[in-house]
């Protein structure tokens, strides 16, 4: 997979950025693992902003978006040197039935495959760290 538009559960997405946005580098904020239902959630912010927002974001104000994924039927779950302030490359490749989902920086990583990815709505809110600026 090569950019957040293709995920499932991408519409509102797809409608505050105008051309397609290459899954990449992210900051991440967000690790919820649940043991019972067997999904993790990552929620990160992305270097983009929307360039078609919704009027009220607009009148608001932002320079950060922050979106996420949660993954379902989660195998293979391994977590290196976490917690991290470093960004990490995000990657998702599909391996046939299901995905391999790899978070890494030089120092820290997640990895593991699962069934079922969909995007977590974007937010944006205003930072004085915005994430181009690190």
Known sequence: MKHWNDI???TFFNMIFSSPIAIGEIKLFIL????????VTLGFDIPEIP???PKKWEKMGFNACRIG?????????????????KNLRLTIKNTGLRF??????????IHFTTAFIC????????????FHET
């Open 119 to 130: 995007l977590r709505e974007p937010t944006v809110y205003l930072t004085s760290t915005p």
């Open 69 to 85: 994924i949660t993954c379902s039927e989660i195998e293979d779950l391994a977590l290196h040197n976490l917690p991290t302030n």
């Open 32 to 39: 919820n693992i649940d043991n019972n239902y067997s999904t």
């Open 51 to 53: 360039d078609t927002p």
């Open 100 to 109: 391999r989902v790899s978070a890494t920086s030089d120092d820290s990583s």
């Open 8 to 10: 499932a559960e991408s």
